[in-house]
């Protein structure tokens, strides 16, 4: 399959600083890239979806100016936690998708997540 | 937007057994896929599986999209089959899925 990788695998902040997670799409080009986070013994929730060359768009909820995502290449996906707090500590994971292998095109590949602690 | 219902919640099983995951969805969909999160968090791609069914190993899987349901069979169940098992539903094959609740299996040797 796909290979989707995340980095880094874990961190830890003080409250108040800024975090910034990668996401790579290693074996192919991905112009879309989906941002969840999952809250211990939940499940995932979408944050938002990141368009390369453009805006990302957010679900509802989800504040855009605390959770910035630069989507500024076809392999490249960030995401930045800003002035982060306790409340922000959660598993982020994002998930591309590779065009290429059709018919299974439609098939979404995980990074292995990003654990936040915000101390 | 879709509402993706999984049953049951939890599941414990003796070593051995076989097991049916179900996953209801609230719409029409064309992307569906059956995932296992392992305990580091990782997320296995089981299948992806819009309609029809799909086998691998132990493992396998029919969605009937007009019915707006999915299944997941394991059987002959494994220590190392434990872990919580999510379906993920969208409208489309390039959009987002969403996810329900998540099924948490626990096998026991």
């Known amino acids: 399959g796909a290979v989707v990788s995340q980095h880094p695998s874990w961190v830890i902040c003080k409250s108040g600083t800024s975090v910034k997670i990668e996401c790579r799409s290693l074996?192919?080009?991905?112009?879309?890239m989906f941002w969840y986070r999952q809250f211990p013994k939940q499940s995932l929730m979408l944050m938002a979806t990141s368009n390369e060359g453009s805006k990302a768009t957010y679900e509802q909820g989800v504040e855009k100016d605390k959770f910035l995502i630069n989507h500024a290449s076809l392999t490249l996906s960030t995401l930045t936690v800003t002035s982060a707090h306790p409340e922000d500590s959660s598993f982020y994971i994002c998930?591309?998708?590779?065009?290429?292998?059709?018919?299974?095109?439609?098939?979404?590949?995980f990074g292995e997540g990003s654990r936040l602690t915000v101390l | 937007g879709i509402q993706v219902e999984q049953s049951p919640p939890d599941l414990i099983l003796q070593e051995g057994a076989n097991s049916t995951l179900r996953c209801n969805f609230s719409?029409?969909?064309?992307?569906l896929q059956w995932f296992h999160q392992n305990p580091w968090g990782q997320l296995i791609n089981l299948f992806y599986i819009p309609s029809g069914t799909k086998q691998n190993g132990r493992l396998s899987a029919t969605t009937v999209a007009t019915e707006r349901y999915s299944l997941l069979y394991i059987s002959s169940s494994q220590t190392t089959d434990s872990g919580v098992y999510f379906c993920a539903a969208g409208y489309n094959q390039g959009g987002k899925l969403i996810f329900g609740q998540g099924t948490e299996l626990s096998v026991k040797p």
């Open positions: 719409d029409s969909v064309n992307n």
């Open positions: 998930s591309a998708r590779d065009p290429k292998r059709a018919p299974l095109a439609g098939e979404l590949f």
């Open positions: 074996d192919f080009q991905a112009t879309t």
